[in-house]
């Protein structure tokens, strides 16, 4: 049984079956991925104070299912502010790399009109059981488990091909095993489902891919469910641009910016 998205054995990250993608067997899906270039710069961190406000993760190449190792650099220290780098490697290649920006969080009173507005959104206060492949009704011949048949959904509304979407997700397994995973590693492992969410069909066989993401947290997510409300726009050119509110029952809490390239569609 599954019981993390990776296992650690020393400096090695080991992907579970949990972490596959629908695009391509022998390959990981981008959340995990993003997830775990969170966990690597949080845990790279020295300043407890400071708050994840900003992760871009470039998706430099496929990751395949292999062990991965993570490096972590600081490029600027401080009180206030804090920009780390990290890159994953499988064996020798670099196959993702990581941009991190924390800051000092400090009470002040902010005048009505710059106060983020609440949603009305709740989310589920019932069992679900259905996974977001499940509740998107995506169909996939290639890798039937990954994270979309793990990552537990509720669908508001879209979420089918259209470029729109509105759902509620739930991340059921830790990222790595025997490490308790926060608010903020939680939100970057399910923020590349913006792209999934607000998935743009071209036709029954093109769709859309991201090669990057960048998630922005004003506040850290409260609660085990976080909320997706994604928009895909796409130019002639084939190249678009995917944009989504994250948002708990406390309102909203980031956004997340997804570039996108057409690509032969799963299933």
């Known amino acids: 049984m599954t019981e993390a998205l990776f296992q650690r054995d020393g400096d090695l990250y080991l992907p579970t079956p949990a972490c596959g993608s629908p695009w391509s067997p022998g390959q990981l899906h981008g959340g995990p991925v993003v997830g775990l270039m969170a966990h690597a710069v949080e845990q790279a961190s020295d300043n407890n104070d400071l708050h994840l406000s900003r992760l871009t ?35 020798e290649a670099e196959v993702t790399r990581a941009s991190a920006l924390f800051l000092e969080n400090r009470p002040v009173t902010v005048p009505e009109q710059g106060q983020f507005q609440p949603t009305e959104l ?50 059921p397994l830790p990222l790595v095993q ?34 990057d993401v960048t998630l922005y947290l004003h506040r850290s997510p409260v609660g085990e469910w976080l909320g997706l409300d994604a928009r895909s726009r796409m130019q002639d050119t084939g190249v678009g641009l995917v944009e989504t509110t994250l948002f708990d029952r406390q309102g909203p809490v980031g956004k997340i910016l997804q570039a996108i390239i057409t690509m032969k569609a799963p299933g």
Request: charge should be negative.
């Open 57 to 91: 993760v470039d998706l430099l190449r496929a990751v395949p299912n292999a062990p991965l190792t993570v490096t972590t650099r600081l490029v600027r220290g401080g009180k206030r502010l804090q920009i780390l780098e990290a890159s994953l490697l499988a064996g």
């Open 178 to 211: 025997g490490v308790e995973t926060s608010p903020t590693v939680m939100a970057a492992t399910l923020c590349d489902f913006g792209n999934g969410v607000g998935q743009l069909n071209l036709s029954s066989e093109l769709g859309c891919i991201n090669t």
């Open 122 to 171: 709740e989310p589920p206060s019932w069992p679900v059981e259905a996974s977001i492949a499940e509740a998107g009704g995506w169909q996939n011949r290639y890798s039937p488990v990954g994270l979309h048949s793990t990552a537990k959904a509720v669908v508001i509304e879209g979420v089918d091909g259209s470029g729109q979407g509105v759902a509620w997700l739930k991340l």
